[in-house]
């Protein structure tokens, strides 16, 4: 797997899928949309609930245009996503020295981001077919496995870590091929702070969603 490839996959939050998903035909779940979320959801439900979301979308990803996947996309992944912990993990030991309105800013800006880097990935079908392979413990968190076959054949895993908040399933990380998003997003955003400092990291966060928006 090429680091592109790689990088696009983890950028797009991850392609994968759980039961119901996987044979679901594309024309069929552009007709419907996600189920709400159970009192009792499972972590596999919701990696489920998202995908079932994603691809409905991406069926509509040309008619909607970015903006309209920004739109579509934007509730499902501020709510699935633990964007409040990736943001505060990303910064590490900065975090603390953040004011309240700047760690407010930094959540918010990363959620922007989320919604961004999903409507820009997720912008077309081209046959990959989904696939959820186990769900497993792992301390406090639980980790959903899941691949994704290309159309050439090619196959590649993503596991999804998630960690319960306030008795409900959220998205902590996602790793692609064995490559941890939120590492690679400390490596990057922690350096950025390290060197330049809080304005130096949101204004970089904010070119990105510039990129996004303009088709980068």
């Known amino acids: 797997m090429s680091r592109l490839l790689v990088a696009g996959l983890l950028a797009g939050l991850a ?13 069929d779940a552009a007709k419907g949309t996600a ?3 159970s009192k009792t959801e499972t972590a596999t439900q919701l990696v ?26 934007g509730p499902i992944i501020r709510e699935t996503h633990y964007i409040a912990a990736i943001a505060r993990l990303t910064v590490s030991r900065y975090w603390k020295n953040l ?9 918010k800006t990363f959620g922007d981001l989320s919604v961004a880097n999903y409507a820009s990935k997720f912008d077309g079908f081209n046959g990959e077919r989904f696939a959820r392979v186990a769900e497993k413990k792992s301390g406090k968190s639980t980790i959903v496995r899941t691949t994704i076959t290309k159309t050439n054949g090619k ?3 993503l596991d999804y870590t998630l960690r319960q908040v306030k008795g ?15 590492a690679t997003k400390k490596a990057e955003y922690g350096s950025v702070m390290g060197s330049g ?20």
């Open 155 to 157: 196959k590649h895993t």
């Open 35 to 37: 189920k709400p979320p």
């Open 197 to 216: 400092g809080f304005n130096a990291l949101i204004n970089k966060l904010r070119a990105q969603i510039k990129r996004y928006e303009s088709g980068g």
């Open 15 to 27: 392609f994968c899928a759980a039961p119901g998903a996987a044979s679901a035909n594309p024309a």
């Open 48 to 73: 489920a609930r998202l995908q079932s979301k994603l691809l409905t979308v991406m069926q509509r990803a040309k008619q909607l245009g970015f903006e309209g996947r920004r739109k579509e996309l």
């Open 168 to 182: 409900k399933w959220r998205i902590l990380n996602i790793t692609a091929d064995g490559v941890s998003d939120l």
């Open 99 to 107: 004011t309240k309105d700047q760690q407010k800013l930094l959540v």
